[in-house]
């Protein structure tokens, strides 16, 4: 054989070998293409964000036979930090050595500040590379991806270490960018789909709040039940209620994510808080920092609470009927979450659950009215037919007295009359009481509830007699200790005088004054005043004064006044 056939015998060979190459090169790409169309059609089908992610990185690594693979999903915020990242390739042994998983620094950072395909030959040698964690798996060769559509970018797809220890190629690099592609589609349908279940959440805690809030239940109560599920559906660590029309008068009512009492909650001054910002503009606020933001009340640490981050006010009520504000809040480590939520889903949740209140009060108001009504009839009747009654049958008694020698008849009749005139009055007591619901709170109500309760114990009703504007001129501070006093007053005479009368006089004029007289036994010496020292602290809180005055065999009478302004 020729020198010149042996070396048509090697270019032979040669080319033989290049032909058989592409063949199996078109073929790995025909391959490649067919799963890279599975992908697709598979990532499709899958609306969950966990499933959509856990197939990338799976199919992403057999595409380009790397050996690992991670995406790294960016969060909404303002850091723009990985908020998950998924990887695939490393025993769990490993995962558990390095520990802590990436955030999106150094080579993974790059790529997230310049969304652009990325290939390298060493990933370690690039200048951005740092912070690799000690027991992280050796790697080299790396090509990463942007995952995006259009110009919003999901997340960025990271693959490392070739099969056979050699660079990923351009077809390599062009076959993850349609992947990316067709992910960052999956993955935008995943989030719109988790965003429509995320709406569907706060519609299903809308219409359950409104159907718990219709039925009429106390302020507190309602507001506390508005907090804790606007907490749950947002996923919030705090959430709160501050009531009232105008900034001066906000109350912080409840707390939602801490145990603090009320009175703490109740000593909280709101007048310059956002809350009184948006209750003032009847429109929603949002801030990433509550301790920093302008006009914001910083009372966490005041109640031993952690510092909260970002945070979201709407108002309670729709626009011209705002009656308080709701305020989500979360820790500054979970910003992310604050970030996610669309302020107008909260917004409008607290605008229907106001709704929800303002009809459950008029349901209240309603019932309360078809009460006083029912009341007020039965009122008209005792005073129309009873009373009349009673009173001409006193009349005819008198008139057979008057008719009559008889001393001893005469006394009878008397004491008949008497009687009835006592029913009369006890009567017209009951008529009164029927006017004033058994719920109502004003102060003169409270004073007969409690005439009236010691009655049970003294075994008969003491006398009553209330002078002046009771209901208006005590103010609200001042109601508590007096009701206190005459229920400590009323109770030492149950208790200790063995009285057979009992006179309280209540009444608001140039003074609040609270008089009980009684005709018992008197005190003697060396009585414990523990009471009586309290009564005397009650009244010198307010500028007032308490005189006790009592004879043995004659009774005791307690004196405690207050000025009007105290």
Known sequence: MSDHEGLADVEFDELLREVLARVHGVLDEQARLRLLLDAVVTMAADLSLDGVLSRIVVIASDLVDAQYAAL?????GRERRLRTFIHHGMSDEQVVEIGELPSGHGL??????????????????????????????????????PVRIRDKVFGNLY???????????????????????AAGVAIENARLYEEAEQRQEWLSATAEITGVLADPASQHAALQIIADRARSVAGADLAWVVSGRVPEELVLEVLSGAEISRDALLSVAMEESLAAEVVR??????????????????????LGL??????????????????????????????????????????????QAALALQLGRARADQQRLLLFEDRDRIGRDLHDLVIQRLFAVGLGLESVARSTSDQAVTARLATAVDDLDETIKDIRRTIFALGTLADSTDLQTEVTRLVDRAASTLKFRPTLRVEGPVRTLVPDHVAPDLLAVLGESLSNASRHAEATTVEVLVSAGDEIRVLVSDNGRGMGEGVRESGLGNMRE?????????????????????????????
Do not use: C
């Open 108 to 145: 993974l950072g790059l790529i997230i500040d310049q969304p652009e395909p990325l290939r390298l030959h060493d990933l370690t040698a690039h200048p951005a590379s740092y912070g690799i964690p000690e027991g992280h798996p050796p790697m080299s060769s790396f090509l990463g991806v």
């Open 72 to 76: 790294g999903v960016l969060d909404m």
């Open 281 to 302: 503009e009847q429109a929603p606020v949002s801030v990433t920092d509550l301790g920093a933001a302008p006009g914001a009340v910083d009372w966490s640490a005041a």
């Open 538 to 566: 009650r009244a010198l809180k307010h500028g007032g004064t308490l005189s006790v005055t009592s004879n043995a065999g004659v009774g005791t009478t307690v004196d405690w006044r207050v000025p009007i302004l105290g």
């Open 159 to 181: 693959l490392t270490e070739k099969a056979g220890g050699i660079d990923f190629t351009a077809e390599d690099e062009s076959i993850v960018v349609a992947l990316a592609a």
């Open 306 to 351: 952690p510092p909260v981050g970002p945070a979201i006010v709407v108002p309670l009520g729709a626009r011209g009927a705002v009656e308080g504000a709701l305020t989500l809040a979360w820790l500054p480590e979970r910003a992310y979450a604050a970030d996610t939520l669309d302020p107008a889903l909260p917004a409008s949740f607290a605008e």
